[in-house]
């Protein structure tokens, strides 16, 4: 009787380690991938409020009427900004800081690549309803994350994410002066 008491505790002590165990792994944010990523590459990582961005955006280059529509529905505006003033290949962050989105199911939406300059949209979406966009931009000087969250119309991301009007987005880079 003894030993069925004891197996009977073994047994409740093994399946509390189990539960204790299989601790569901909360999923890293995109800010926490931002803010890490910072510390590790001698970035900066902050964050301005939406209306700053559109009072700098200037009126004549094309794509900035989508880019300030999409700014309305945006609460929070963040920039990773890493120098390339590193040994490391410029397209290095690019590529990790994209790899690392995709992971906690972001999903590209437009690609831009013109030799001296590489963009990308990315959303993160759940239900139809777009949470989050990040615009990756690489070039010589620097790798910019640049990330909108805010509960966002996809028809104003679309606009946004056509060729002609993704260079707005790169405009943006003014927050690295």
């Known amino acids: 009787m003894e030993r069925i008491k004891w197996i009977k505790q073994v047994f409740l002590a093994l399946v509390a380690m189990l539960i204790l165990g299989c601790d569901n792994e909360k999923q890293e944010t995109s800010t926490e991938i931002y803010r890490k990523y910072s510390r590790e590459n001698n970035g900066v990582f902050f964050s301005v ?9 200037e009126e004549e280059h094309k794509g900035t009427q989508e880019l300030k529509k999409v700014l309305e529905d ?15 290949k410029e397209n290095s962050h690019f590529f990790t800081i994209n790899t690392k989105l995709q992971n906690i199911n ?7 690549n013109n030799g001296n300059e590489m963009v990308k949209l990315m959303v993160h979406h759940e239900d139809d309803v777009v949470s989050e ?12 994350c640049i ?8 028809s104003k991301i679309t606009n ?11 405009y943006l880079e003014k927050f690295n002066r």
Request: charge should be negative; glycine fraction near 4%; aromatic fraction near 8%.
């Open 49 to 57: 409020p939406p209306s700053i961005a559109t009072v700098l955006l």
């Open 133 to 144: 966009m990040v615009v990756l931009v690489s070039n010589f000087d620097a790798f910019f």
């Open 147 to 154: 990330s909108l969250k805010g509960v966002m119309e996809i």
């Open 74 to 88: 945006v609460n929070t505006l963040s920039f990773l900004i890493i120098s390339n003033g590193s040994s490391i």
């Open 106 to 112: 972001f999903v590209d939406l437009a690609l831009v």
């Open 160 to 170: 946004l994410a056509q060729p002609e009007n993704l260079a707005a987005l790169s």
